[in-house]
């Protein structure tokens, strides 16, 4: 099996580099989101979920966090909507 680099510079060098900054920014609004979700859950949830779908079409473990993240909001939303029903 050959391996290919992360950045190649031949016919689809573009789209390599495009793929290669989606990358980094989808780990940049992870963090962000992370960062976020102790002071604003608000905020930093969505940005959560957000960024791990960014990465879920490379990384597994991206997919299962999104899922949990995902199921989880919806228990909150779903308690939420209880709690203040008028």
């Not at 900054?21 to 905020?43: D, K, N």
């Not at 960024?51 to 949990?68: E, I, P, Q, S, Y």
Request: aromatic fraction near 10%; charge should be positive.
């Amino acid at each position: 099996m050959r391996l290919r680099p992360l950045l190649s510079l031949g016919e689809s060098g573009t789209f390599e580099m495009a793929k290669f900054l989606r990358l980094i920014a989808a780990f940049g609004i992870l963090a962000v989101g992370i960062v976020l979700t102790l002071p604003l859950p608000e905020f930093g949830i969505p940005l959560i979920l957000v960024a791990t779908r960014m990465l879920g079409d490379r990384f597994a473990w991206a997919r299962v966090v999104n899922a949990k993240v995902d199921a989880g909001w919806n228990k909150v939303k779903a308690w939420l909507k209880k709690v203040f029903r008028r």
